[in-house]
Every structure is written in C-alpha cells, then in structure tokens.
C-alpha cells in the first residue's frame, strides 16, 4: 500500500498501489496491454513503409529502370508524412477484448515478433509495394512505353537522351517525373488507409472507436504535405516529382481498399477461427 505502508515495505514490494485501492490493479493492467498493443501498432506501421522505399533501389540496381523515388523524396516521407500518422497510433483507445484476453507469455508474445515482422514486410509491405510499382509502369505505358523499353535504360532516360524512343528530352523528364509522382502518392496515400486499419488488430475498424482526434489531424496533415510535395511549382521540381491528374489518385485509392479488404479478413479470422491454420499464419 502506498498510503498506509511503511517504507521497508514498499522497498521490498513488487507492485505499489499508490492510492491503496485493489481497483487500480485492473486498471493498470488494462493501460499497460493498451500500451504494448499501441507500440506494435505503431512498429507495425512504420516498417511497412520500408520495403516500398527500397523496391525502387533494387529495381534500378537489377534491372537499371529509371528510379521510383529520388532520394528527397524518401526523406520528405521518412521526416514528413510519416511522423504524424505514426504517432497517432500511441492515442488509440483500447480495443473492445482488451480485459478478455490471457495474460501476455514474456517468452513467446514479443514487441516485435517474427509475425509482425512477416506481416509489415510481407503482406503489408508487399501490397503497397505492388501498388506502387503499378502506379509507376501504368504511368511508362500511358505515354507508350513498356517497361522492356527501359531495361538499363536509367542513365539515357533520366538524362534525357535526345531521342529516346521518339520522345524529347522534356517530354521524358516529364514522364518521369509523373511516375514518381505515382509511387510516392501511392505510397503516402496507401499508408493512410493503412493507419485507418491498424487502428484496431483484432476489432473491425467500423466497430472500433473514432474518438482519437489526433487521427483526424494526421490525415489531414499528410494528405496536405503529399499535395504540396507533388503539385506545388517549383517543391515537387526540387523534390523530382510532377503533378498527376486525377487518375494519379486511382492507385493509391485501390490499394488502399485492398489493405483494408486483407485486414478486415485477418482481423475477422482473429475472432472467430483463431484456431486456423491461416489464422495463425498472418495474425500478429
């Protein structure tokens, strides 16, 4: 007891009820499972970003394709549209099973677990870097050119090779440009619908709480950066981008309903069949 207990006894105490009421017990319970849910949520987000920054390097590297995203771009996301959606995740309310599930076992039930780690780089991440990768050949094939044309091509189209498959030096950079665009606004915005569904792990998102305020100002704030970064003269120059006209918006939008179709399946599966092979496979 920390009111009415004596000194040596709260020195040899494990658990010190400060207000010396039982209650308090279950309530700290509850805060430290919210905690720990709320900081995989949050790991969960931001290493499924990852992966898609890389598949452009790779892909220029093996196969010499015009880079995906330049290097201010990356950073505009990791130091912008990335910080204020993953820190909403630390505001969630608690999920509605939180007091019904078995106490956490130390030795299996990581922080980050090699589930989680499957699910943001192989599922998660997978489906946004498909995503984005569409995003970027539909913009090559819409001012036909398929992506055979560009095979170890990066240094002669980048440059603006002065006739490039019967297309101007200008008229290159722009494409470029316009397919970068689409990785990143595919990215950005696909991570958005992704926060939306990592708000809750096991609970559906429609039946989860919408009472985390900070959610909202993190939305607005990252769809108003990745605006700015990609249709603002001279910004989206220096960041290596062009503006996309609205069929731009379609990709991220469809990849955005895929993640939340895939989690809304998962989180279902979670709470009726945890039992199932598949269950276990992508539940974290």
């Given at each position: 007891m920390g009111i009415q207990g004596s000194e040596v006894a709260k020195e040899a105490a494990d658990v010190v009820l400060m207000d010396?009421?039982?209650?308090?017990?279950?309530?700290?319970?509850?805060?430290?499972?919210?905690?720990?849910?709320?900081?995989?949520?949050?790991?969960?987000?931001?290493l499924a970003h990852l992966l898609p920054e890389i598949l452009p390097v790779l892909l220029t590297l093996a196969l010499g394709l015009p880079a995906g995203l330049t290097t201010l771009q990356i950073l505009s996301i990791d130091l912008f549209t990335e910080l204020a959606p993953a820190i909403s995740l630390a505001y969630e309310p608690a999920?509605?099973?939180?007091?019904?599930?078995?106490?956490?076992?130390?030795?299996?039930?990581?922080?980050?677990?090699?589930?989680?780690?499957?699910?943001?780089?192989?599922?998660?991440?997978?489906?946004?870097?498909?995503?984005?990768?569409?995003?970027?050949?539909?913009?090559?094939?819409?001012?036909?050119?398929?992506?055979?044309?560009?095979?170890?091509?990066?240094?002669?189209f980048a440059e603006g090779d002065d006739d490039f498959e019967g297309i101007g030096p200008d008229r290159q950079d722009t494409i470029l440009q316009r397919a970068r665009a689409a990785w990143y606004l595919t990215l950005v915005i696909g991570q958005l619908f992704h926060l939306l569904n990592l708000r809750s792990?096991?609970?559906?998102?429609?039946?989860?709480?919408?009472?985390?305020s900070i959610t909202y100002f993190a939305l607005a704030l990252t769809t108003s950066l990745a605006i700015l970064f990609v249709y603002v003269p001279g910004l989206n120059d220096f960041l290596g981008a062009a503006p996309v006209g609205e069929q731009g918006w379609v990709p991220p939008i469809v990849v955005g309903v895929?993640?939340?179709?895939?989690?809304?399946?998962?989180?279902?599966?979670?709470?009726?069949?945890?039992?199932?092979?598949c269950t276990h496979a992508v539940n974290w």
């Open positions: 010396d009421n039982f209650a308090s017990i279950v309530r700290a319970i509850e805060e430290g499972r919210l905690v720990f849910d709320n900081l995989k949520k949050t790991i969960a987000y931001t999920e509605r099973d939180i007091m019904l599930r078995p106490p956490r076992n130390i030795a299996t039930d990581r922080l980050v677990s090699a589930k989680l780690l499957i699910y943001a780089y192989l599922q998660a991440g997978v489906i946004l870097s498909i995503g984005c990768f569409l995003a970027y050949s539909w913009v090559f094939w819409s001012n036909g050119l398929s992506l055979s044309d560009l095979v170890f091509e990066d240094d002669d792990i096991k609970t559906s998102i429609f039946k989860h709480s919408w009472d985390n895929i993640l939340t179709i895939y989690n809304e399946t998962r989180a279902y599966m979670a709470r009726n069949k945890p039992e199932n092979r």
